[in-house]
C-alpha cells in the first residue's frame, strides 16, 4: 500500500505541516512619532457638543423602551385571542364524511368483554367487523355514538380464514344509518392517504392518518391460514381498533384494520395491516347469506427453494389431497429427497406465495395438474382439491 495521504493539507507526508511555518523575523527600525494634531476650533468643539447630545438623547429612548418591553404586564390585561378556525383540512372532510358510520363492538366473554370496532356496509343494518373481535359469539353490541346506548346485534356469519365477520342489527332500533363505501383495493398505491377510525384502548371515537406504507404483504389468520394481499399502513392502530375501517382520500373503505406489528410491545409502532376491501366484497356477501365460505385445500406447507425458482414442498398433511395424490416432502432446504413444486395447471410457481394465488380460483372438488421436481426428474401429478380446515392442521 502507498503513503496515507495527509488528512488536512493536502501536501505529502514529510510536509504535512509545513504550512504552519512562521517567516523568519528581521529587525527593522521603529516608524517615526507623528506630529500631534492641531487644537480643535471653536465651530468643532460645537458640532461636537450637538452630536454629544444626540446621542445621550437616543440612548435615553432606546433604554426606556427596553424598559417598558420588559415590564411585566398588568394582572387584569387580558390574553390575546383571536376568533375563528383554520382553514379545513382533507381529514376533517374524511372523518365528517365517514364518522357516523363506524361504531363501537363489544363482545360479552365471561366476566369481561371483548372490544373492536365495526362499520355499517348496509342501511338495512349490516355491519363488518373482525372474526377475532366476535369470536365465537351469537350475539354482540354495538354503539353508534359515544355517548349512546349499546344495541343488540345478531352475529351473522364469521370467516376466520379473511378474519370477516358480519353482525346486523334492526335499523328501526338504531339511529339513522350512514353506510360506508368500499373501494377497488387493487387500485390503491403507496403513498396514497390513509385515515383509521376506531376505538383504541377503550376510548371514544379516534381518527388517525397517515399513508399506504406497503402492499401485497401477508398475515396470520384466526385459524392459523395466511390472509393474502393484505395493505400496509403507518396510520397509527391499536388494540381495539380492530375491525373498523382504513379509509382513503374520498373517505372510501380500502380495508378493515385487523393486525398490528408491535416489536414487543402491545402499542402501534407504526405498521398496521389491514384487509383489503376486494376481500370484504367476495366474503361479505355470501356470509350475509348465511352461507359457510369454501376455499380449496392442497394440503402442503412449502418453504423458498435455494439457489432455483419454485417451491420446496417441506409437509404433507396426512389424509389431505397433496397426500393422496402421492406428493414428497424433501428431506433438505433445497428440495433432495422430495418434490418442489415449479407449476400448477401451466402456471409458473416461483415462490410458496404463487402455489396459493394457483388454486385461488378453483373450488373444492376440481383436479389440477401439480408439475414437481423429483430427484433431478419433472413429473405431473393430478391433485383432487379438498376443502379447506376450520383451523389449519
Known amino acids: 500500500m502507498g503513503a496515507t495521504p495527509p488528512l488536512w493539507t493536502g501536501r505529502q507526508a514529510e ?16 516608524p517615526a512619532e507623528p506630529p500631534p494634531p492641531p487644537p480643535p476650533s471653536r465651530k468643532g468643539l460645537r458640532r461636537a457638543a450637538l452630536a454629544g ?14 424598559l417598558l418591553d420588559g415590564a411585566p404586564p398588568e394582572p387584569d390585561a387580558p390574553l390575546t385571542v383571536q376568533g375563528g378556525r383554520p382553514p379545513a383540512t382533507r381529514f376533517n372532510a374524511i ?8 361504531v363501537s363492538v363489544q363482545v360479552p366473554r365471561g366476566a369481561s368483554a371483548a372490544s373492536g370496532t365495526g362499520f355499517v356496509v348496509r342501511a338495512s343494518g349490516t355491519i363488518v367487523t373482525n372474526a377475532h373481535v366476535i369470536g365465537g359469539a351469537r350475539r354482540a353490541q354495538v354503539r353508534f355514538d359515544d355517548k349512546g346506548q349499546p344495541i343488540e346485534a345478531d352475529v351473522v356469519g ?3 380464514s379473511s378474519d370477516l365477520a358480519v353482525l346486523r342489527v334492526d335499523p328501526r332500533r338504531a339511529p339513522r344509518l350512514h353506510p360506508l363505501v368500499l373501494a377497488d383495493s387493487d387500485q390503491v398505491r403507496v403513498g396514497d392517504t390513509a385515515v383509521a377510525i376506531g376505538y383504541p384502548l377503550g376510548l371514544d371515537r379516534t ?14 389468520a384466526p385459524n392459523g391460514f395466511r390472509i393474502e394481499n393484505v395493505i400496509q399502513t403507518d396510520a397509527p392502530i391499536n388494540p381495539g381498533n380492530s375491525g373498523g375501517p382504513l379509509l382513503d382520500a374520498k373517505a372510501r373503505v380500502v380495508g378493515v384494520n385487523s393486525q398490528i406489528a ?32 369454501e376455499r380449496p385445500w392442497l394440503g402442503v406447507s412449502t418453504s423458498p427453494a435455494l439457489g432455483t425458482r419454485g417451491a420446496v414442498v417441506r409437509g404433507v398433511t396426512g389424509g389431505g389431497p397433496a397426500a393422496k395424490a402421492g406428493l414428497q416432502p424433501a428431506r433438505t432446504p433445497a428440495g433432495a429427497g422430495g418434490d418442489v413444486i415449479v407449476s400448477i395447471d401451466g402456471r409458473p410457481v416461483a415462490a410458496p406465495d404463487d402455489v396459493a394465488a394457483a388454486i385461488a380460483s ?3 372438488g376440481d383436479v389440477v395438474d401439480v408439475e414437481v421436481m423429483r430427484d433431478g426428474r419433472r413429473r405431473t401429478v393430478e391433485v383432487e382439491l379438498g376443502r379447506r380446515p376450520d383451523h389449519i392442521p
Open 95 to 102: 372523518y365528517d364524511a365517514a364518522a357516523r358510520g363506524v
Open 15 to 30: 510536509d504535512d505541516h509545513g504550512w504552519l511555518a512562521q517567516p523568519t523575523l528581521r529587525p527593522v527600525p521603529p
Open 158 to 160: 364469521t370467516d376466520p
Open 362 to 364: 378453483r373450488k373444492p
Open 262 to 293: 408491535t416489536a414487543g410491545s402491545r402499542g402501534n409502532v407504526g405498521i398496521g395491516f389491514a384487509v383489503p376491501s376486494n376481500t370484504v366484497r367476495q366474503v361479505v356477501p355470501k356470509l350475509e347469506r348465511g352461507q359457510r365460505i
Open 207 to 220: 381518527a388517525t392518518a397517515g399513508i399506504i406504507s406497503g402492499l401485497g404483504r401477508e398475515i396470520q
Open 53 to 66: 447630545a444626540a446621542l445621550a438623547v437616543i440612548a435615553a429612548a432606546v433604554f426606556a423602551g427596553t
